[in-house]
């Protein structure tokens, strides 16, 4: 296939991953959308293969190990994603962020190998250029695989994963990797004689994975796997700098910037910048009321019956789910909770913060499993006007989110972060297994308001019961 | 190679013609393609509601399985037994991403339906 040829193809693959990416603009055009884009990977993939077989120095064996390597990821991804539960997304995309920067990582070093054993290879005139990239795919390749292997690690709540800091002064350690990588690709592409330092530089750079991974906790989950997606593209796209190919350059590029918006998105979500999300720790709690102070003698709690009596002259109900509704699978219980209540005429809708749950839409995807309608789930800005029309708000799983010290208390931790207003709601249901702080671990004094009632248990449990309460009632 | 990058490069007012394709003119052919996606990429993305965060995820984890076209290059060619090992575990891993990444998308963007 002539280059000429071979490259338009890549040039329509690229424009089919834009219009599917701009497709997802709208839950309409969204299914259609990633048919594009599919349609576009399978023009690069068979254009590619046809490349591969008509060199004349493929091995016989050639044809096997693409056939072979083709059919086992085929394989793998399609029962991967047939299986995977809707609550296991983000461990799901952890992994194949993952994936995706191993794939470049390997591909950089069989070309670095391939390059070396040419016939005066270290003066070729692009040598520098081809080493340069070559390193850079690496580093951030095996940054990514090892960061996405404990992110996704994490996400599924393996115990051996490391939480917190594994050694002392690890900012420190990390920096110096960090460096440690960047010294070692500036020189070998300054002398390619030095190219050995590639397999060292990655080795460093799987650790640095690691070391940078292993800290971060739970909340801030969203911010990581976003910007371990923008790696993986971003490592795909070093990898269309080694090989010279725009396809690989434009098709990672939209992924690393789609990543970085996602980041972006989150961290204003959380009102912190993503350097203090990767490398600073949440203030801790200097001279904030003790939860002692906050709840004592001020929490009332309710039980499904008195809690389904609110409903008899309720007009408008909003939803606020969190992490903690994934994580008791709750979605298809608040589903027969809104059927309930649109029976008696009650209007239901749902309102969602940006980091609620473990990664961006999370909330919004299981809602959508349980076949509620997507223009009833409203975003923040969005929704928080209707607060004060609201008769109940019901929070599931949420903390932090709802939490008013944010807007009152400015040394909280999570002071200026924006939150869903429910506590101007006329009357507040908090689902929840115990009075525990949320991942800012501080007291939250919604849960202590006048017009707050507690409903303890676990989310799904509690949701059947109170629609049991309010069929009967 | 980078055709599309050395059209623009050269419309950008780089002075070596078409055909001459020293390592300066290829980097920068390179970066130019890699900075104008970008920029499709920042307009396309910030337009993707909130609603549709997660499936842009895993379609953006399919879409950057094109590193596949690199490994299918890497795995045909004979040269030392371990190139070739690479060559297949990353067209395994990228594959990994494209079926998979496209399959859980579809399915995710099924599950969004409108009222009634």
């Given amino acids: ?473 | 190679m980078s055709g599309i990058g050395i059209i623009l490069a050269n419309a950008a007012g780089a002075s070596e013609s078409l055909s001459a394709s020293s390592p300066a003119l290829m980097f920068v052919a390179a970066v130019t393609v890699f900075t104008l996606a970008t920029f499709i990429g920042f307009e396309v993305i910030t337009k993707v509601p909130p609603t549709l965060h997660t499936p842009l995820m895993s379609g953006s984890n399919a879409i950057s399985g094109i590193t596949i076209i690199g490994a299918i290059l890497v795995a045909g060619m004979k040269l030392k037994w371990y190139t070739s090992v690479f060559g297949v575990i990353a067209i395994g891993f990228a594959m990994i991403n494209v079926v998979g990444g496209f399959l859980v998308t579809h399915r995710m963007l099924g599950m969004f339906k409108r009222k009634g």
């Fill in chain 1, 1 to 473: 296939m002539s280059p000429a040829i071979s490259s338009t193809a890549y040039l329509v693959s690229s424009v089919l991953f834009i219009l599917a990416l701009k497709r997802l603009s709208h839950p309409r055009t969204a299914v259609r959308g990633n048919l594009m884009g599919a349609l576009g990977m399978l023009l690069a993939i068979v254009v590619t293969v046809k490349i591969a077989i008509d060199r004349p120095d493929i091995s016989g064996s050639g044809y096997w190990l693409i056939g072979i390597g083709l059919a086992i990821g085929s394989i793998a991804g399609a029962i991967a994603a047939i299986k995977v539960p809707m609550t296991g997304m983000p461990q799901m995309v952890g992994l194949l962020n993952g994936f995706g920067g191993g794939a470049s990582l390997l591909v950089a070093a069989a070309e670095l190998v391939t390059k070396t054993h040419e016939e005066g290879w270290s003066a070729q005139s692009d040598i520098s250029f081809f080493i340069g990239a070559t390193f850079v795919a690496g580093l951030i390749g095996a940054v990514t695989f090892f960061g996405s292997l404990v992110a996704a690690g994490k996400l599924q709540e393996l115990k051996w994963v490391p939480n917190g800091n594994i050694i002392p002064a690890q900012q420190l350690v990390n920096g110096l990797l960090f460096a440690l990588c960047l010294g070692g690709a500036a020189w070998a592409t300054y002398n390619p004689a030095m190219q050995w330092l590639f397999w060292p530089v990655v080795i460093l750079a799987s650790v640095l994975g690691v070391f940078v991974t292993c800290p971060i906790g739970g909340a801030d989950m969203p911010v990581v796997i976003c910007l371990l997606n923008s790696y993986s593209g971003m490592a795909a796209s070093a990898t269309g700098f080694v090989t010279k190919n725009d396809g690989l350059i434009i098709a990672g590029s939209l992924v690393g910037s789609s990543g970085i918006i996602l980041c972006q998105i989150m961290c204003k979500a959380m009102n912190r910048s993503l350097t203090n999300v990767l490398f600073g720790k949440l203030g801790t709690t200097t001279g904030g009321a003790s939860s002692d102070d906050v709840y004592k003698g001020k929490v009332k709690s309710a039980g499904p019956d008195e809690l389904g009596m609110l409903f008899d002259t309720a007009r408008r109900v909003v939803i606020v789910p969190g992490y903690g509704l994934a994580v008791s699978q709750a979605q298809h219980a608040v589903r027969e909770l809104a059927n309930a209540l649109e029976a008696k005429g009650v209007e239901v809708e749902y309102g969602i913060h940006p980091v609620a749950g473990r990664m961006p839409g999370h909330m919004n995807v299981l809602l959508a499993e349980a076949n509620i309608p997507y223009e009833k789930v409203r975003e923040m800005d969005d929704i928080n006007p209707s607060f004060a029309q609201t008769d109940v708000a019901i929070v599931i799983g949420a903390n932090d989110v709802v939490n008013p010290l944010a807007r009152t208390d400015p040394k909280s931790p999570i002071a200026g972060m924006p939150i869903l207003d429910v506590d101007k709601a006329r009357t507040v249901i908090v689902v929840k297994r115990s009075l525990s702080p949320g991942f800012a671990g501080i007291p939250n004094p919604l849960f202590a308001a006048d017009n707050t009632l507690m409903y303890f248990g676990d989310g799904k449990k509690a949701i059947l019961d109170l629609v049991a309460a309010i069929k009967a009632g």
